[in-house]
T-cell receptor, first 115, second 115 residues
Framework: AQSVTQPDIHITVSEGASLELRCNYS??????LFWYVQSPGQGLQLLLK??????LVQGIKGFEAEFKRSQSSFNLRKPSVHWSDAAEYFC?????????????FGKGTTLSVSS | DAGVTQSPTHLIKTRGQQVTLRCSPK?????VSWYQQALGQGPQFIFQ???????QRGNFPDRFSGHQFPNYSSELNVNALLLGDSALYLC??????????????FGSGTQLSVL
């Protein structure tokens, strides 16, 4: 069965420092992969997605992610974190490869930003 | 242009009761998906509605049912509430259920507490 693992429950990064959030997936075929961000009291906002092609994907708010098939990973990165990036981040895989409407989410990583 | 709107924002029920949650999709969207997000967990896919029919379903019991109306809005019904049903219920809409270029837009959710 498809699954998503986010190994880090909570990460604290200094403002201006770089960030990498880890995501590993289990899926038989080439997956459709997503990263979402959730601020307190808010719904989920799509940061970026990977369907095929270039394995380095650019997203909104300066985020990028790299798909590595050999490692079954889709890690999220940002070169310089801002205090407003503090939020919950979720990696997700599309269970049916149908536009990401039936997603399987990881348990999330909480990002705190220190000054 | 209003995004995905959900009502109510908060709800308190007791065990055994029934609850109905409502969702209006983003303008121009015809597909609605529902997710359950328990505390400290990632969202879990409940089901998806398109053309007033349930198209996909996650691993949820029959106590969870839904409906989609001709104006594309949707309801989620949960019968015989259990304490474990306490969660944030997220509605998401998209332009179609199968286009690979579409993305989900999430509402802010309904926080259901079962006492």
């Amino acid at each position: 069965a498809q699954s998503v693992t986010q190994p880090d429950i909570h990460i604290t990064v200094s403002e201006g420092a770089s960030l990498e959030l880890r995501c590993n997936y289990s899926y038989g075929a080439t997956p459709y992969l997503f990263w979402y961000v959730q601020s307190p009291g808010q719904g989920l906002q799509l940061l970026l997605k990977y369907f095929s092609g270039d394995t380095l994907v650019q997203g909104i708010k300066g985020f990028e992610a790299e798909f590595k098939r050999s490692q079954s990973s889709f890690n999220l990165r940002k070169p310089s974190v801002h205090w407003s990036d503090a939020a919950e981040y979720f990696c997700a895989v599309d269970a049916a490869n149908q536009a990401g409407t039936a997603l399987i989410f990881g348990k999330g990583t909480t990002l705190s930003v220190s000054s | 242009d209003a995004g995905v709107t959900q009502s109510p924002t908060h709800l308190i029920k007791t065990r055994g009761q029934q609850v109905t949650l409502r969702c209006s999709p983003k303008s121009g969207h015809d597909t609605v998906s529902w997710y359950q997000q328990a505390l400290g967990q990632g969202p879990q896919f409940i089901f998806q509605y398109y053309e007033e029919e349930e198209r996909q379903r996650g691993n949820f019991p029959d106590r969870f049912s839904g409906h989609q109306f001709p104006n594309y809005s949707s309801e989620l019904n949960v019968n015989a509430l259990l304490l474990g049903d306490s969660a944030l219920y997220l509605c998401a809409s998209s332009r179609s259920p199968t286009s690979t270029n579409e993305k989900l837009f999430f509402g802010s959710g309904t926080q259901l507490s079962v006492l």
